[in-house]
């Protein structure tokens, strides 16, 4: 039968939806190790969605010893506070020529290839930037600016997550805590980046731009718009879902850093990461890092003349073994994790909170809008999701670590 737009929507339904579902989570390394749930979504009275959850955070300190008649304890109780997490609206979209669509009337082979071949890559993509995200502590931020200058070669602290053709806005880091940052540029592409270490550069097309230091660049609209990943999630200070560290000091990760100076990666350093979340009731079960850290702890093993063959650990994951007194830890390599770094999560701790999985956008009926002035046809998917974490001192990072 030759295809047409109800034939291709059907294609998308039956097809696409479940190959996107799988993929992301089979392929994405931080979101694998991620539980997925969508229990506790609501809809506040103005439209938001939101993910709220009670805390505990302090003991009943109604205890105490007494000598012969003297007043007991005053009775106490536990205490409470409650984390509200706000959904983020994630979105990907793929455009159809009416050529294209035409195709599938003379040769649906032809029209299936071609819509094989862009929902194959929209998979693809939205993946990496989920586990992007997953990294990210919410501002959207690409790469940020390390030089001062009036340039279209922006010097950055890490290139790692620029993409050739991504479209671009670049931000005033001065502003992000305002409700409408200013953008110092909009909708440039990238056209050049490199990726030599310490030298770090994304090139962008239009006019030359005056950036400073700790400037922002981000995909044009996502300033502020993004889920609030680890870079949110693990530190030991600030607000974080809701909850403020300094009124509720149990809400604090275990950060270790050195003033920006790196230092040699050791067991030692590690294994402290670890006790210290023990001392705070938590526990570590996988260590996020990128390839130049794992070469440095493979270099440290080796040294050692340790064994330093990957071990499986359950699910068939292979990973290199941290060992503690509660048994071995997968040492786990996410090229998307941010260089000189290692995150200690303890994963039933973190939670994917959405609403659904990807899904398309139908409500009027058809997966392919027509666009408005042009012989094209647009399908858009949608996810309504967010990261948060119900216990966040069990989770630890360590910065400013020499790579190998």
Request: net charge neutral; with cysteine; aromatic share 8%.
């Amino acid at each position: 039968m030759p295809a047409t737009l109800t034939t291709a929507s059907t294609i998308l339904k039956e097809v696409y939806e479940p190959k996107i579902q799988d993929q992301l989570q089979n392929e994405a390394i931080a979101l694998k190790r991620i539980e997925k749930s969508g229990e506790g979504v609501e809809t506040d009275a103005v439209g938001g969605k939101y993910v709220t959850f009670p805390i505990h955070v302090r003991r009943n300190q109604g205890i105490g010893a007494r000598n012969e008649l003297e007043a007991l304890p005053t009775p106490g109780q536990q205490g409470y506070t409650s984390a509200r997490i706000g959904l983020k609206y994630l979105y990907g979209a793929v455009r159809l020529t009416g050529q294209a669509m035409k195709l599938g009337q003379t040769k649906p082979q032809a029209f299936a290839s071609i819509l094989d071949e862009e929902m194959t890559g929209l998979k693809d993509d939205l993946k990496k930037d989920q586990n992007r995200q997953v990294y990210g502590d919410g501002s959207g931020a690409i790469a940020t600016v390390r030089t001062a200058a009036t340039v279209n070669v922006v010097a950055v602290a890490w290139s790692g997550w620029a993409q050739l053709g991504m479209q671009v806005d670049i931000i005033d880091g001065t502003t992000l805590a305002n409700p409408s940052p200013t953008v110092k540029a909009s909708n440039r592409q990238v056209t050049a980046i490199s990726a030599v270490a310490g030298a770090n550069t994304v090139t962008i097309d239009g006019a030359a731009v005056a950036v400073a230091v700790g400037d922002i660049i981000v995909r044009t609209g996502n300033v502020n718009r993004e889920w609030a990943g680890l870079a949110a999630i693990i530190k030991d200070s600030g607000t974080f879902q809701n909850i403020d560290s300094a009124v509720e000091p149990l809400w604090k990760s275990v950060v270790d850093s050195n003033a920006g100076v790196n230092r040699p990666i050791s067991e030692g350093l590690l294994l402290l990461q670890h006790d210290l979340v023990r001392t705070n009731g938590g526990m570590v079960t996988v260590m996020l890092t990128n390839l130049g850290v794992r070469r440095a702890y493979f270099n440290l093993l080796s040294q050692q003349r340790r064994f330093t063959n990957t071990t499986e650990f359950e699910g068939g994951f292979k990973a290199l073994a941290f060992t503690t007194d509660q048994g071995d830890v997968p040492f786990v390599v996410d090229p998307d994790c941010p260089p000189n770094r290692v995150y200690g999560l303890n994963e039933k701790a973190i939670t994917l909170y959405r609403e659904a999985d990807w899904a398309f956008m139908d409500e009027d009926g058809s997966r392919w809008a027509r666009v408005a002035g042009y012989d094209a046809y647009d399908a858009t998917m949608f996810q309504y999701s967010n990261l948060g974490t119900k216990r966040r001192n069990t989770h630890f990072i360590v910065s400013d670590l020499t790579e190998g």
